[in-house]
């Protein structure tokens, strides 16, 4: 039963008595918890001062993470880069040989094409050569007959 | 001669200093340790932090002209250490993404052995839970007054100096900090 209950049904002036002692009833548990923390953390600091110390294993621990950390992220950088580059040259590899072989392939169609043109000059020479009779033959044979008279 | 007398008084005062300074070391450290642990709540952190304390108190120990008492003086470093750590921490958030502090069930758990019966220590555990709650949720400076007067028991006019605010200011932050406890403490019942 609490006080409220206690004073139900009594006089209006013992209503601030109630709040009073409701009050100082807070109060006193206000200080116990109050109490109770300062003991708390008193007995954690203690426990925690009197530890075993094991700060080096600690900032090993840490440091390893650091250096873990640091190697990780060096790789990660040197990963990409030399990826980057590696990139970089095989495209200019690719271009290069798709250069060669543009080239190589107009070499070919040039010379495909110089060997047709010769290939029809001869043609021509030949068939002119054919039709047309020598220039000098009448005066050859002239002097193949004077010769034999 | 004179030289040498110089060189011996040196040394002595060297040798009373030292000796005067590692008493204070001896004297409060568990105090300094103890305030920063409440503070941070992670016990390598508040190792760290009362080290570095009595490390800059060292350097510092010949500026040191006695105005306030040692603890004072000493507390007053931690306070200011613990300030920049907290500033470093937010500015360079991205160096250390967690935070090794222990969640408020487990710093609720120390309880000194007192308590009689099950039922007793379950309900004290609670409540300083509640406590640890409401003390997470305080601005800093609130947070380090309320610790100064209710762990460490100290005079309103020693956490005056200790925190470099006057008299009134500390009250002013205590009180709220006290109401906000209470209301925690008391309204979840």
Same mark, same amino acid.
């Given at each position: 039963?609490?006080?409220?209950?206690?004073?139900?049904?009594?006089?209006?002036?013992?209503?601030?008595?109630?709040?009073?002692?409701?009050?100082?009833?807070?109060?006193?548990?206000?200080? @116990? %918890?109050?109490?109770?923390?300062? &003991?708390?953390?008193?007995?954690?600091?203690?426990?925690?001062?009197?530890?075993?110390?094991?700060?080096?294993k600690?900032?090993? @621990?840490?440091?390893w993470?650091?250096? %873990?950390?640091?190697?990780l992220?060096?790789?990660?950088?040197? #990963?990409?880069? &030399?990826?980057?580059?590696?990139?970089?040259?095989?495209? *200019?590899?690719? /271009?290069?040989? +798709? %250069?060669?072989? %543009?080239?190589?392939?107009?070499?070919?169609?040039?010379? @495909?094409? +110089?060997?047709?043109?010769?290939? !029809?000059?001869?043609?021509?020479? &030949?068939?002119?050569?054919?039709?047309?009779?020598s220039?000098?033959?009448?005066?050859?044979?002239?002097? +193949?007959?004077?010769?034999?008279? | 001669?004179? =030289?040498?007398?110089?060189?011996?008084?040196?040394?002595?005062?060297?040798?009373?200093?030292?000796?005067?300074?590692?008493?204070?070391?001896?004297?409060?450290?568990?105090?300094?340790?103890?305030?920063?642990?409440?503070?941070?709540?992670?016990?390598?952190? /508040?190792e760290? !932090?009362?080290?570095?304390?009595?490390?800059?108190a060292?350097?510092?120990?010949?500026s040191?002209? =006695?105005?306030?008492?040692?603890?004072?003086?000493?507390?007053?470093?931690?306070?200011?250490?613990?300030?920049?750590?907290?500033?470093?921490?937010?500015?360079q958030? $991205?160096?250390?993404? *967690?935070?090794?502090?222990?969640?408020?069930?487990?710093?609720?758990? $120390?309880?000194?052995?007192?308590?009689?019966?099950?039922?007793?220590?379950?309900?004290?555990?609670?409540?300083?839970?509640?406590?640890w709650?409401?003390?997470?949720? !305080?601005?800093?400076?609130?947070?380090?007054v309320?610790?100064?007067?209710?762990?460490?028991?100290?005079?309103? &006019?020693?956490?005056?100096?200790?925190?470099?605010?006057?008299? #009134?200011?500390?009250?002013?932050?205590?009180?709220?900090?006290? #109401?906000?406890?209470?209301?925690?403490?008391? #309204?979840?019942?």
């Open positions: 039963m609490n006080f409220r209950d206690q004073y139900a049904g009594k006089p209006e002036g013992l209503e601030a008595q109630v709040e009073m002692r409701e009050s100082e009833a807070l109060d006193a548990e206000f200080e @116990q %918890a109050l109490r109770n923390f300062r &003991s708390s953390v008193h007995a954690w600091s203690e426990a925690a001062y009197n530890r075993p110390r094991t700060a080096a600690t900032v090993r @621990q840490r440091s993470r650091l250096a %873990a950390g640091w190697a992220g060096c790789l990660l950088v040197a #990963g990409s880069v &030399s990826g980057g580059v590696f990139e970089h040259h095989h495209r *200019q590899e690719l /271009a290069r040989i +798709a %250069a060669a072989r %543009a080239a190589e392939q107009q070499k070919q169609v040039a010379a @495909q094409r +110089a060997r047709e043109e010769e290939d !029809l000059l001869a043609k021509v020479d &030949s068939d002119v050569s054919r039709q047309v009779p220039a000098m033959e009448p005066l050859a044979q002239l002097m +193949a007959e004077d010769e034999s008279k | 001669m004179t =030289g040498a007398t110089a060189e011996e008084i040196a040394g002595r005062e060297l040798e009373t200093a030292t000796q005067e300074f590692a008493s204070i070391v001896a004297t409060h450290r568990p105090q300094i340790f103890r305030f920063l642990l409440a503070s941070t709540r992670d016990t390598d952190l /508040a760290t !932090l009362t080290q570095e304390c009595f490390l800059k060292h350097r510092n120990w010949a040191f002209r =006695g105005d306030s008492s040692a603890m004072t003086w000493l507390m007053r470093i931690a306070i200011n250490l613990q300030k920049d750590h907290w500033r470093n921490r937010r500015m958030f $991205w160096r250390q993404t *967690q935070t090794h502090a222990v969640d408020l069930d487990e710093a609720s758990e $120390w309880l000194p052995s007192g308590e009689s019966s099950a039922e007793q220590k379950l309900l004290a555990q609670e409540q300083v839970k509640r406590v709650q409401s003390v997470k949720g !305080l601005s800093e400076r609130q947070r380090t309320f610790l100064l007067r209710y762990v460490e028991e100290q005079e309103l &006019s020693e956490i005056a100096r200790a925190t470099g605010l006057s008299e #009134g200011t500390v009250k002013a932050h205590l009180s709220r900090a006290v #109401g906000r406890v209470r209301a925690e403490v008391g #309204g979840k019942r």
